[in-house]
């Protein structure tokens, strides 16, 4: 596939008009060809409005119908073959083995969210029968769930498939039954347009309404700024900074019809060693701890970033071991230089604090845009006064936090902000104080997991990933998961609808053969 440097406009190749970019290499700087072209409001207008044609066709498809769109965009990006690793592999710095399996969980989420469309329950398909007798009488009424409209997806730096053009919120609206229009991260033009023409074929090829997929580029704020103020779009989802999180829920906030922004933003995925765990395997943990710190060059969301751990020698043992660890990790490069001059810029602030130390360092950069690991430290008291230790420094940093004893452990717990993650090393001596700080753990992050590290997020029916502000802007959603569909429906009544007008998924024959409620008992009824 040639990579034209265009934006895809429904069934278009369109060459933007305004500020001109190139994807960067950010292990050499090389500029890589071809050129691209920011688009402007035209643009974005031109895909709203046809993203607003298509939306009833589209939403009227079967489940099974966009079920087998999903599957043939999956196998529409499989078929790129290697010069997608390639191209993402130039453009990010990603290993290729990484890439490799970022996109079969890539395709792997949109197989998963075709399962998702043939089980039915996301309908929530529910019906109650009229009670004319009663007084007063009770309508018939029955509600089903459908797709919000069209749908502003901003694809992430850091996922350049899996959280990007055919990521998680791509293929969850689509699933959903909304249009998609998609703003490529500007960090990889090359790897955007190929999966974007994937989909673009995918659409063709289903024979569906050539707006429910549009890819738009730019640099600078202007393109997708007028994608989220668009009248069209009606959700919109987004992983990146906070800032740019906060700057995007203020435009949809600030539209004369505002509208829901699915934000992931902001996360420092605390890590408990308890004191049992650190005894038993403290050493163990230690090293597989500044793996997962390092992993990625810590530029994931779910990337550890602040320990927490009770005083004693096993702790002693443990940090011995970790800043060993850290201190021989190279440093390697980031995704790019904005990102890396980011990071240089968080770690300068952290080291800046007074009561905060760093305890170690990874080994001394040698390309450009390479972050060093690096390891702070800090008492509890110093930590819970200052609250510019609890902010994401995305990139390998991690804060190691000593309490003085557990009822300190969870003091610090209280005052954390809410978070993605939040990871308990324990094992059955500890589990007294894990369930005392399971609670408060319950009211802080979207995800808590035992004896494992956060990073790696597993694609499936019970995954979570979200949590309290600033980890996501809506609490109560992931973006990870079959649950993601969610973010894009909305629940429709029918009263006393004709039997003949009435959806499928809730007409008497249950001809979708779907779970219902009906009459408050769960069936195929
Ligand atoms: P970003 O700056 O938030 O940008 C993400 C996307 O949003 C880009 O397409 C960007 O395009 C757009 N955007 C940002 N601010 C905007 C605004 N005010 N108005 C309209 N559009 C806006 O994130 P990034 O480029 O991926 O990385 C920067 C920082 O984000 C990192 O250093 C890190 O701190 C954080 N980050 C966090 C996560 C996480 O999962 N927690 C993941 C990735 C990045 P334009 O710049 O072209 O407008």
Same mark, same amino acid.
């Given at each position: 596939?040639?990579?034209?440097?265009?934006?895809?406009?429904?069934?278009?190749?369109?060459?933007?008009?305004?500020?001109?970019f190139y994807g960067i290499n950010p292990a050499t700087g090389e500029q890589l060809?071809?050129?691209?072209?920011?688009?402007?409001?035209?643009?974005?207008?031109?895909?709203?409005?046809?993203?607003?044609?298509?939306?009833?066709?589209?939403?009227?498809?079967?489940?099974?119908?966009?079920?087998?769109?999903?599957?043939?965009?999956?196998?529409?990006?499989?078929?790129?073959?290697?010069?997608?690793?390639q191209r993402a592999h130039a453009e990010t710095a990603l290993p290729l083995?990484r890439l490799?399996?970022?996109?079969?969980?890539?395709?792997?989420?949109?197989?998963?969210?075709?399962?998702? =469309?043939?089980?039915?329950?996301? %309908?929530? *398909?529910?019906? @109650? /029968?009229? &009670? +004319? !007798?009663?007084?007063?009488?009770?309508?018939?009424?029955?509600?089903?769930?459908?797709?919000?409209?069209?749908?502003?997806?901003?694809g992430a730096s850091n996922f350049p498939?899996?959280?990007?053009?055919?990521?998680?919120?791509?293929?969850?609206?689509?699933?959903?039954?909304?249009?998609?229009?998609?703003?490529?991260h500007p960090a990889h033009p090359g790897t955007?347009? =190929?999966?974007?023409?994937?989909? %673009?074929? *995918?659409?063709? @090829? /289903?024979? &569906? +309404? !050539?707006?429910?997929?549009?890819?738009?580029?730019?640099v600078?704020?202007?393109?997708?700024?007028?994608?989220?103020?668009?009248?069209?779009?009606?959700?919109?989802?987004?992983?990146g900074s906070?800032?740019?999180?906060?700057?995007?829920?203020?435009?949809?906030?600030?539209?004369?019809?505002?509208?829901?922004?699915?934000?992931?933003?902001?996360?420092?995925?605390?890590?408990?060693?308890?004191?049992?765990?650190? *005894?038993?395997?403290?050493?163990?943990?230690?090293?597989?701890?500044?793996?997962?710190l390092v992993l990625g060059v810590g530029q994931f969301c779910?990337n550890?970033?602040?320990?927490?751990?009770?005083?004693?020698?096993?702790?002693?043992?443990?940090?011995?071991?970790?800043?060993?660890?850290?201190?021989?990790k190279p440093a390697a490069t980031m995704l790019t230089p904005g990102i890396h001059q980011a990071f240089e810029r968080g770690v300068t602030q952290l080291s800046?604090?007074?009561?905060?130390?760093?305890?170690?360092c990874g080994l001394d950069a040698t390309g450009p845009n390479q972050a060093r690991p690096v390891?702070?430290?800090?008492?509890?008291?110093?930590?819970?006064?200052?609250?510019?230790?609890?902010?994401e420094v995305f990139g390998p940093s991690?804060?190691?936090?000593?309490?003085?004893?557990?009822?300190?452990?969870?003091?610090?717990?209280?005052?954390?902000?809410?978070?993605?993650?939040?990871?308990?090393?324990?094992?059955?001596?500890?589990?007294?104080?894990?369930?005392?700080?399971?609670?408060?753990?319950?009211?802080?992050?979207?995800?808590?997991?035992?004896?494992?590290?956060?990073?790696?997020?597993?694609?499936?029916?019970?995954?979570?990933?979200?949590?309290?502000?600033?980890?996501?802007?809506?609490?109560?959603?992931?973006?990870?998961?079959?649950?993601?569909?969610?973010?894009?429906?909305?629940?429709?009544?029918?009263?006393?609808?004709?039997?003949?007008?009435?959806?499928?998924?809730?007409?008497?024959?249950?001809?979708?053969?779907?779970?219902?409620?009906?009459?408050?008992?769960?069936?195929?009824?």
């Amino acid at each position: 596939m040639t990579i034209t440097g265009e934006m895809l406009i429904g069934a278009s190749a369109v060459r933007g008009t305004e500020e001109t970019f190139y994807g960067i290499n950010p292990a050499t700087g090389e500029q890589l060809e071809p050129a691209f072209h920011s688009g402007n409001a035209n643009d974005v207008e031109r895909a709203c409005v046809l993203a607003e044609a298509a939306f009833d066709a589209y939403r009227a498809t079967t489940p099974e119908q966009r079920a087998q769109f999903l599957e043939s965009i999956a196998d529409a990006i499989e078929a790129i073959g290697d010069e997608l690793i390639q191209r993402a592999h130039a453009e990010t710095a990603l290993p290729l083995a990484r890439l490799q399996g970022e996109r079969g969980r890539t395709t792997g989420q949109l197989r998963l969210f075709a399962r998702v =469309l043939r089980d039915g329950r996301w %309908q929530d *398909a529910t019906l @109650d /029968s009229a &009670l +004319p !007798e009663r007084t007063p009488p009770r309508p018939d009424l029955r509600m089903q769930k459908i797709a919000v409209g069209p749908v502003a997806v901003f694809g992430a730096s850091n996922f350049p498939l899996a959280f990007s053009v055919a990521g998680g919120d791509t293929a969850s609206a689509l699933a959903a039954g909304c249009p998609v229009v998609a703003k490529a991260h500007p960090a990889h033009p090359g790897t955007s347009e =190929l999966v974007g023409r994937a989909i %673009q074929k *995918a659409v063709a @090829d /289903s024979g &569906l +309404p !050539e707006g429910v997929f549009s890819l738009i580029m730019g640099v600078g704020n202007a393109i997708g700024t007028a994608l989220v103020a668009h009248p069209a779009i009606q959700a919109v989802g987004f992983t990146g900074s906070r800032t740019g999180g906060l700057a995007l829920m203020n435009v949809a906030n600030t539209r004369p019809q505002p509208i829901p922004v699915y934000a992931e933003m902001s996360s420092i995925n605390p890590v408990y060693l308890l004191p049992e765990a650190l *005894a038993a395997r403290g050493e163990q943990i230690a090293r597989d701890l500044i793996d997962s710190l390092v992993l990625g060059v810590g530029q994931f969301c779910t990337n550890p970033g602040l320990l927490l751990a009770i005083e004693g020698p096993a702790l002693e043992a443990f940090r011995a071991t970790a800043l060993a660890a850290l201190t021989g990790k190279p440093a390697a490069t980031m995704l790019t230089p904005g990102i890396h001059q980011a990071f240089e810029r968080g770690v300068t602030q952290l080291s800046d604090i007074a009561g905060l130390s760093r305890a170690a360092c990874g080994l001394d950069a040698t390309g450009p845009n390479q972050a060093r690991p690096v390891f702070f430290e800090t008492s509890a008291e110093q930590f819970i006064a200052d609250h510019r230790m609890h902010v994401e420094v995305f990139g390998p940093s991690t804060v190691l936090v000593t309490c003085k004893d557990a009822e300190t452990l969870l003091a610090v717990t209280r005052i954390l902000e809410g978070q993605l993650t939040a990871t308990v090393q324990a094992d059955a001596g500890d589990h007294a104080l894990a369930a005392r700080l399971l609670p408060a753990l319950e009211r802080k992050v979207g995800r808590v997991l035992f004896n494992g590290f956060p990073t790696g997020v597993e694609v499936s029916f019970a995954m979570v990933h979200g949590g309290p502000f600033p980890a996501t802007s809506d609490t109560r959603t992931t973006s990870v998961g079959a649950s993601a569909i969610d973010r894009f429906l909305r629940p429709v009544c029918y009263q006393n609808v004709p039997a003949d007008l009435l959806p499928q998924a809730v007409r008497d024959s249950n001809p979708l053969n779907l779970w219902r409620l009906k009459d408050g008992e769960l069936g195929r009824a």
